[in-house]
């Protein structure tokens, strides 16, 4: 009886996936000595899980929670085909505690598998990560206040936490596979472990304006670090996401005669970065392996680029006819064409050398990188 108790629901399912990865890599590497990694992988990964979801609210709809789990497992490994050690519980409260003042708070254990070039990494034919490899976990957990300032405007304010733990740890260097950058290469085929921990935790505000005339606007500024545990210490170090800072304006204004304007303004804290390690990129077999400089990960995020901003302006105009909808914009991105300065990029300059202990070597020399220009776009949009 609703008039009572309150409303009960409940859903609940399950999956069963079958994931095909394959793969033909020809890489050369440099680990002390060149080498040239060569393998052909084809996995196949049959996935399964079963879920509920459970949700509750009052009779006076003052207090409403909803609960909820996972069980997942593959046959990667005996380290993912139990599905009781990827039990996933979740638990979200909101409660009506006066007027249009809400309090809210989640908690909740998340479980995903490796990256799939990781699972498939081979040396010597052996698939070597199969007997270290676990799902990923995160913990997670938000606490916050709602506050319903009109029908057309909410303000939140959220604090967060999230612990990762059996995160693939690089053997090669230590470092997560998750905080190595792409570099518009392969990322994740390497010797790994699940023994990564991190955590992120933060503050976000967010006020949200929708509905109300002809405008319509949302931001929201974060405040968060995210860090990984370094081995060998013990200590949090900054991660690749470690921004610091996340700032987000946007809004858009209804003109009459069916056109409209928008703005989007964004700004972020400066971004870490690794420096390069110069004594082993200006190495003759170690250029000539990758024609690539290497990071320095004893120095793993040590710089920290200048703060980023970027704002944009969209015009639309619309024209309806009967059953159709024919629109027009121009887009202009970083209208303030702000230039933003990237990690300078060492490279060689061909020339070679013998240094005092007779290793030979390439003079290297950095070259600074610089983005930012203003982008106009034209389009069309249709709708039936």
């Given amino acids: 009886n609703r ?7 409940l859903t609940a399912g399950f999956n069963v996936d079958y994931a095909v990865y394959r793969n033909n890599t020809f890489q050369r590497a440099f680990t002390n000595i060149s080498k040239e990694i060569r393998y052909k992988t084809d996995l196949g990964l049959f996935k399964w899980g079963i879920f509920a979801t459970s949700g509750y609210k009052s009779a006076d709809d003052r207090f409403s929670a909803s609960f909820g789990f996972r069980l997942d497992a593959c046959n990667y490994s005996s380290l993912t085909n139990n599905p009781f050690k990827q039990f996933s519980p979740r638990l979200s409260l ?41 799902y990923v976990c995160s913990d997670q957990a938000v606490v916050g206040v709602e506050y319903y300032i009109n029908k057309w405007a909410r303000l939140t304010v959220e604090g967060f936490y999230k612990k990762y733990t059996h995160s693939p740890l690089s053997l090669r260097d230590s470092i997560p596979l998750a905080c190595k950058g ?17 955590r992120a935790y933060g503050l976000e505000v967010m006020l949200r304006w929708f509905g109300m005339g002809r405008f319509t606007a949302l931001a929201s500024y974060t405040w968060y670090r995210s860090q990984f545990e370094d081995p060998a210490t013990g200590i949090y170090i900054p991660s690749a996401w470690d921004y610091r800072h996340l700032f987000t304006l946007s809004g858009t204004y209804k003109l009459p005669k069916n056109w409209d304007i928008g703005l989007k303004f964004r700004l972020m804290g400066g971004a870490p970065y690794t420096p390069y390690d110069e004594y082993t990129s200006s190495l003759v077999p ?34 309806y006819f009967k059953g159709v909808m024919l629109g027009f914009y121009v887009d202009l991105q970083n209208v303030l064409n702000f230039k ?21 070597r390439y003079r290297m020399k950095y070259i600074a990188q610089q983005s930012g220009v203003i982008l106009p776009t034209l389009g069309i949009t249709v709708e039936f």
């Fill in 3 to 9: 008039s009572l108790v309150g409303l009960f629901d």
């Fill in 94 to 134: 909101s409660y009506n505690v006066i007027g249009n003042f809400f309090l809210n708070g989640s908690i909740g254990r998340f479980y995903q598998l490796p990256a799939y070039t990781t699972m498939g990494y081979q040396e010597d034919n052996v698939l070597i990560n199969k007997s270290r490899l676990k």
């Fill in 182 to 198: 792409t570099d518009y290469g392969v990322s994740g085929n390497e010797a790994a472990s699940s023994t990564a921990r991190g």
């Fill in 286 to 319: 170690a250029w000539d392996a990758t024609a690539r400089p290497y990071y320095d990960y004893e120095r793993y995020n040590t710089g920290r680029l200048k703060t980023f901003y970027e704002a944009d302006i969209r015009v639309d105009k619309s024209f």
């Fill in 340 to 360: 933003y300065d990237n990690p300078p990029v060492l490279i060689s300059t061909g020339e070679k050398y013998v240094d005092n202990d007779g290793t030979e």
